[in-house]
């Protein structure tokens, strides 16, 4: 199955080599890129303590540029929303890591769970806001910090030419709801998925199929959980 991958760049290339282990062939097109602020996330560590959040793994990656002035903050207890997230923390040093397999909301209610005192969110924009919402429901004092923007990348017609003018894939696949907009915001890549098309649209989660057309929706497959593992075993 020829297989289109929107992801950043970074993300992207992984998820081909999943794919092509999977038998199918990827199509990249990534359409945001991240913009990383490595100074705003040192300072919310240097000047706060307690647990750290994240909701995306981008957020790790952040940290990850930091080197060793991290270290200090590797014992903090981390929430992470997926697994994958959570790995990668861990895979980065830090020893005590948490994470939910729901969304922003459910993160919220493990970090209640959790009783962590105060809460460091390192938070990206765009983002939902279920997490945020949730931890004022629950009572838990938290401070954000954004660390991470993902900057569209807006795809040139050749490019979309390439991708859709011969085989055109089979299947999308979106990560977020942002993504999704920004796919059918573009005048090309709306006329390349057509109402009567029968491209599958591969959602990860309720959330992100929002941010595709009414008219499409027939089109959408959501991953009954909001990773990877679940989106791809859908194909």
């Known amino acids: 199955m020829r297989v289109l991958v929107t992801r950043p760049a970074h993300s992207a290339t992984r998820t081909a080599q999943r794919l092509r282990d999977m038998g ?3 199509l990249l097109l990534p359409l945001r890129q991240p913009l990383h602020d490595n100074v705003a996330a040192l300072a919310a560590l240097a000047t706060t303590s307690g647990a750290i959040a994240v909701t995306s793994a981008e957020a790790i990656r952040v940290l990850s540029a930091l080197g060793e002035k991290l270290r200090p903050h590797l014992a903090r207890l981390l929430f992470a ?41 390192l938070a990206g924009a765009p983002r939902a806001e279920a997490f945020e919402r949730r931890l004022r429901e629950l ?4 401070s954000v910090v954004e660390c991470y923007r993902m900057q569209p990348v807006v795809p040139g017609p050749a490019e979309i030419e390439a991708i859709f003018s011969s085989s055109r894939p089979e299947a999308i696949l979106f990560y977020s709801r942002q993504t999704a907009e920004d796919f059918f915001r573009v005048r090309e890549l709306r006329s390349a998925v057509p109402e009567h098309s029968e491209i599958r649209l591969f959602c990860l989660s309720e959330a992100v199929a929002e941010g595709v057309p009414a008219a499409l929706r027939k089109n959408v497959v959501i991953s009954p959980m909001p990773d990877e593992e679940s989106l791809l075993s859908l194909l």
Do not use: W
């Not at 397999?101 to 809460?119: I, R, S, Y």
């Open 24 to 26: 199918h062939e990827p």
């Open 81 to 121: 929303v997926g697994e994958t997230t959570a790995e990668e923390a861990r895979s980065l040093g830090f020893r005590s890591v948490a994470s939910s397999q729901g969304n922003g909301g459910d993160l919220a209610d493990l970090v209640a769970a959790g009783k962590p005192g105060t809460l460091l969110y």
């Open 139 to 142: 009572g838990i004092h938290f």
